[in-house]
């Protein structure tokens, strides 16, 4: 093979590799960002119930007696 066959070669399959895994880096990043923000609204809303779990007033607990 000529020298300057296998650089192309590699050139013209690496290059196309290299912009699609690059596409998906970008929308990886771009969805973790989106689910990140909902993560953190779950957890605000979690930690209110555990909150409110632990600061309502107790009751007394109902016998089953007929």
């Keep these: 093979m000529a020298d300057w066959l ?8 690496g290059g196309p590799l ?3 895994i690059q596409s998906f880096r970008k ?8 689910l990140a923000g909902k993560i953190d609204k779950i957890a605000d ?3 209110g119930h ?3 779990h632990l600061t309502k007033p107790k009751s ?3 016998s089953n007696k007929e």
């Excluded at 929308?27 to 989106?34: A, I, T």
């Design 6 to 13: 296998v650089p192309v070669l590699v050139a013209v399959i």
């Design 18 to 20: 290299v912009v699609l």
């Design 27 to 34: 929308e990886s990043s771009e969805q973790h960002g989106v």
């Design 45 to 47: 809303k979690l930690d």
């Design 50 to 52: 555990i909150e409110w």
């Design 60 to 62: 007394k607990p109902k």
